[in-house]
């Protein structure tokens, strides 16, 4: 897979290549900076002005639009300090209203979630054929209007408060448009998810994937098993220490940090969502990363052996339910039961990742069960686990999903798969008539580093840049279009082992959701990295107003080469995810300061050298420098024909990544390294040819 190695396999022809220099797109106007972009946009000549006589007009008798339309009078009063009347639509007058209007008959073109928006000097005026419509058109209202509507409080001195008269038409690509958050390794308050809940609708996503229990603590009030909020969600506290370093409760310790959330909590988060048109689905985790359950109910596990909830990391996670146990069985219908009760969503997330057998292998229970079930393995008994509890939760009227490990040992008959750990467990799934939900860890993994490492709070690891995750496809080229069919979305998932607050979680979901929010909803055709980077920055501006802790980007600067056949000049293009960004840089391998040159045009280079390159903004350097060794080989430039595909998921600079001249680091998530693992055969060494 490395950069500097290639596989016998291709074939390469020689040919010259065209100068290809970076297209210019056309930006979208300034004045309309919607996220995620809508389907299609016209605008014309003029404005409607906000004031202190404008009315919100709902539609009659529809409860959900009235409650849309009264939100959308609070942010109104709140910043702007006008106080719309607001009324049920009986007529409408000739100026001056906003009207919130559901369609008689249903059009039924844009679907539950469409809508269509026109606004002109007299009216602004939202259509859909389902309220969810209704709410999303109200949000890109806000995003027409000037980014200070967020603020929460009244904006002085007094601004303008127009809207351009445009015409929308609206409507997501994916159903499910997800954003996960994790709030067992660490917890988070009741007021903190509902701000999550608010950047979530306020994206038009549509899904909180609540991960409720795991390994450090147990966050869900189960009326039946008060044990586990009074010991499984508290741990000791060993926020000191690195996470994987943290000792075991000790004799004596009290365990103090954690926290869970109460049957009403759950019942008024359900409820904050479903006003915001978000789905909230929980996650019970099983067979595995439920150690904590069994610092309360020890008996659950294969060794019934009572454990201290874990303050950090437990792995390899060994105690898991024992699946020959009936008891484990008994309480999780138990627990599903009351889960089912605070949770209207038609799906339920079991867990299902990364279950280590090492006790099932030895466990007299589970190696009984797996006799009497005439099963092959542990994996198979993984399989049976999870089919038995899929059998319950369709029973009772709901739908099942799973991490893409419970794809090994044969797949529960209606499962939905959560594919994690590639694209691959959603393509099989896919390819098995099942429903999928994309979140590779290289693309939707938002606890992963998001610039570079050295300018960042500490992270897992990985490396997914905004750009990257703008750069998203939740639907393989792999799946033929009754297989596409199978992909419901994709979502983006913030694990905190290493997020201890609400300020810190927001840093590492804000603007990535941002990205991904495009991603699910927007055309395809539409993606255009400099026009959603211009359309963030207005965006920054509503994080302002919302006291969202939000990244800015990554410093690090992109290094691609393109080669001049006429001429036999190679040049250098710098990229960043900053928007229009001043770079200085050197070809000589010095570091580049003040006097440097700024990156304007391509740059020509004509020897072996080290270039490097850093944003600079008030004369200071922001991040680090970024650095790429040129060679200048015999290959520069020319043709490669790749015989079997390279992998999507390392896709370097596309096909000319072997021949572009720029060394490949250590560091396979560099941008520089092209994927060739699936079909590796035979490799020599890039560096191996002569240089010119
Ligand atoms: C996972 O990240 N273990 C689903
Ligand atoms: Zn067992």
Wanted: hydrophobic share 35%; proline share 5%.
């Amino acid at each position: 897979m490395k950069k500097p190695f290639l596989q016998l396999l291709l074939i390469m022809i020689v040919m010259l290549t065209g100068w290809s220099c970076r297209q210019k797109h056309g930006l979208e106007s300034p004045d309309i900076s919607i996220i995620p972009k809508p389907m299609s946009i016209e605008t014309s000549e003029g404005v409607f002005t906000l004031n202190d006589s404008t009315v919100i007009l709902a539609e009659p008798g529809n409860e959900e639009v009235s409650q849309i339309a009264g939100m959308a009078q609070l942010i109104i009063q709140t910043s702007t300090g006008f106080n719309p009347v607001l009324r049920n639509m009986i007529s409408i007058p000739a100026t001056n209203a906003i009207v919130f209007r559901l369609n008689h008959p249903s059009v039924n073109t844009l679907g539950k979630e469409g809508y269509a928006l026109a606004v002109d000097e007299n009216h602004i005026e939202v259509t859909a054929d389902d309220p969810a419509g209704i709410f999303y058109g109200m949000q890109s209202i806000l995003q027409l209007l000037p980014c200070q509507i967020y603020s929460k409080e009244l904006v002085t001195p007094a601004i303008s408060w127009t809207v351009p008269c445009v015409k929308i038409t609206d409507k997501p690509r994916y159903a499910w448009r997800g954003m996960h958050l994790d709030v067992s390794r660490h917890f988070f308050p009741k007021e903190f998810i509902k701000k999550y809940i608010d950047l979530i609708a306020m994206h038009k996503m549509n899904v909180f994937h609540w991960h409720l229990t795991d390994d450090n603590g147990w966050r869900i009030e189960i009326k039946k098993y008060p044990k586990l909020t009074d010991i499984s969600a508290w741990r000791v506290d060993r926020e000191d220490k690195p996470w994987n370093e943290r000792e075991l409760q000790k004799e004596g310790e009290e365990a103090t940090y954690g926290g869970f959330y109460t049957q009403d909590d759950i019942k008024e988060i359900v409820d904050y969502a479903k006003k915001r048109y978000v789905t909230v689905v929980p996650e019970i985790e099983m067979p595995g990363h439920t150690s904590e359950v069994f610092a309360a109910y020890p008996e659950l596990s294969c060794r019934g052996e009572k454990l201290t909830v874990f303050p950090g990391s437990y792995w390899p996670n060994i105690d898991i339910f024992c699946a020959g146990n009936e008891q484990v069985f008994t309480f999780l219908e138990d627990v599903l039961t009351e889960v089912f009760a605070l949770f209207p969503s038609e799906y339920i997330h079991i867990g299902g990742d990364e279950a280590d057998k090492t006790l099932w292998k030895v466990c007299p229970k589970c190696q009984k069960r797996i006799r009497e079930e005439g099963l092959k393995d542990e994996k198979e008994l993984q399989s049976y686990f999870i089919k038995r509890i899929e059998a319950f939760i369709n029973a009772k009227g709901k739908k099942m999903i799973g991490w893409d490990e419970i794809l090994e040992g044969g797949l529960a008959p209606e499962a939905t798969v959560m594919s994690w750990r590639g694209f691959e467990g959603g393509i099989e799934a896919a390819k098995m008539q099942h429903d999928v939900i994309m979140c590779p860890v290289s693309y939707c993994y938002f606890d992963y580093y998001q610039g570079d490492p050295e300018t960042q709070p500490k992270a897992i690891g990985g490396n997914t840049t905004l750009k990257k995750v703008y750069s998203f496809e939740p639907t393989p080229p792999e799946l033929n279009g009754e297989e596409a069919a199978h992909v419901l979305g994709a979502q983006g998932n913030v694990w905190t082992e290493y997020i201890v607050t609400p300020e810190h979680a927001e840093y590492m979901a804000v603007p990535r959701m941002t990205a991904l929010a495009e991603v699910v909803w927007s055309d395809k055709a539409s993606r255009n990295w400099d026009d959603f980077n211009e359309r963030l920055q207005q965006q920054f501006i509503r994080f302002n107003m919302l006291n969202v802790n939000y990244c800015r980007g990554s410093f690090k600067i992109g290094m691609k080469t393109r080669f001049d056949t006429l001429k036999s000049s190679m040049h250098i293009l710098f990229e960043s995810e900053i928007y229009k960004p001043v770079i200085r840089y050197t070809i000589n391998g010095k570091d580049p300061d003040l006097k440097s040159k700024i990156y304007g045009e391509p740059v020509n280079v004509i020897a072996n050298t080290t270039v490097k390159a850093g944003i600079f903004q008030n004369d200071t350097l922001l991040g680090g420098l970024s650095e790429k060794t040129l060679v200048l080989h015999e290959g520069i430039g020319k043709k490669v024909i790749y015989t079997e595909p390279y992998s999507h998921k390392y896709p370097g600079d596309g096909d000319r990544t072997l021949f572009d001249g720029i060394r490949g680091s250590d560091y396979f998530n560099d941008g520089c390294w092209l994927d060739l693992s699936s079909c590796l055969r035979r490799v020599f060494k890039f560096n191996e040819w002569k240089s010119v």
